[in-house]
């Protein structure tokens, strides 16, 4: 199904000049990163990567038409939305189409305060290759509107051509975040003089460019190329710019990937607690792997933990305090603990849970004592079958 209803969007698309491409987003290769599962198409804006915060519409097709189907296809598109949302806070609208064999619907989903969302459909319309056919009319209809009435418009990119030694050549919006203490910051793509893939990151505060900056040269840590001031939406940011460009871990990948990437993040914890450093917010969502080796990154919540400067205990079950990402704090620090290595290698726990088996559970055991040995110079070696 997916392959004629895509030929038959992209021939609309085609009709009335919509400046815009159709992505297979449920392929390996364009996936996008966030477990809000895979769109089946994305149309995103021309040019760009299929990022989240480059949606233009997301689509979804369901053989069936049955009331589990289509409500299944519904919640999918619910969270998807909320995901391109909460990757560009400045989007107040996005839009989605579900399509069956012989209805389409098209589904809004707008900005509420609170991080809530006010959702609106046209209801499912009957839907053939016909002038006559309502889904059919809201299909032209919706590929004729401009981007901007659909909720996207071109982020603004930073104006910065060159950072230490290193030209930029290709800038991208990845995503719109949030950093330690809510100061926020804004994460692009892109790429160096010599093609290869960066991450240009501007932050409120310099504490992720100064603890990067004691971590040159440790093993399984994002590397710091270099750092400036810029100015951006009318404030002043600190500019890093990191390599390499990972890619997260996710449920299709390969078991021994998974061993070693898990094998090389304990590494990195224990490298940069060797330098006082701790990064207080390991989780799935910030560390990643490539050409097949684990690297920690993100450490926006870092901090310096020399001359004794621990974390202050608190009383359990104070979420308020908690520095990093609550969701997946660990259980030590939700019960009013420090940060530690300990305590950071808790974070690791979630990614193994995916379906590593009992190899990454035993692996799991063996985290504590290889973040405080020196980092491995060779790969982890696991059996080339699954358990």
């Known amino acids: 199904m997916q392959p004629v209803v895509t030929e038959l969007v992209q021939a609309v698309m085609h009709a009335v000049n919509c400046d815009c491409l159709l992505k297979d987003t449920h392929t390996s290769s364009e996936q996008l990163e966030n477990p809000a599962s895979r769109p089946d198409c994305t149309l995103v804006a021309k040019g760009l990567r299929a990022e989240w915060t480059q949606v233009v519409s997301l689509w979804e097709f369901k053989l069936g038409t049955g009331k589990p189907e289509t409500e299944t296809m ?10 391109v949302l909460d990757s560009y806070h400045e989007r107040q609208l996005v839009v989605a189409v579900n399509v069956t064999m012989n209805t389409l619907e098209v589904m809004t989903a707008e900005r509420q305060p609170g991080n809530d969302m006010r959702l609106s459909t046209t209801g499912r319309q009957p839907f053939s290759i016909s002038q006559d056919s309502p889904g059919f009319q809201l299909l032209v209809q919706l590929l004729s ?45 892109a790429k160096l003089e010599t093609d290869r893939d960066a991450i240009l990151k501007l932050n409120k505060v310099s504490q992720e460019g100064d603890c990067l900056s004691r971590l040159k040269g440790e093993k399984h840590i994002i590397e710091l190329l270099g750092t400036a001031q810029c100015d951006y939406n009318g404030a002043t940011w600190h500019a890093i710019l ?35 450093i701790a990064h207080r917010d390991v989780t799935p969502n910030n560390f990643g792997h490539w050409q097949g080796r684990g ?31 609550v969701l997946w704090a660990p259980l030590s620090v939700l019960e009013g603990g420090q940060h530690s290595v300990s305590s950071m290698l808790e974070g690791e726990v979630p990614a193994a849970q995916l379906p590593a088996g009992k190899l990454v559970v035993q692996i799991l055991r063996l985290f504590k004592q290889v973040a405080y040995a020196e980092a491995p110079t060779t790969p982890l070696q696991l059996p080339k079958t699954r358990p």
């Open 295 to 325: 690297y920690l990154y993100d450490f926006s919540a870092a901090k310096d933990m020399s001359f004794g400067q621990w974390d202050r205990p608190r009383s359990a079950g104070t979420l308020s305090g908690i520095t990093g990402t």
């Open 74 to 83: 519904y919640g999918q598109q619910v969270e998807r939305c909320r995901a």
């Open 145 to 189: 509107t401009p981007n901007a009435n659909l909720g996207y418009a071109t982020p603004l990119m930073p104006a910065i051509n060159n950072l230490g030694q290193h030209r930029l050549k290709v800038q991208y919006l990845m995503k719109q975040g949030t950093a330690h203490q809510g100061s926020g910051s804004w994460v692009f793509g």
């Open 242 to 276: 990191v390599v390499p460009l990972v890619q997260r871990l996710n449920h299709r990948d390969d078991l021994r990937l998974f061993g070693q990437v898990l094998f090389d993040i304990a590494s990195g914890i224990g490298n940069a607690a060797k330098k006082d």
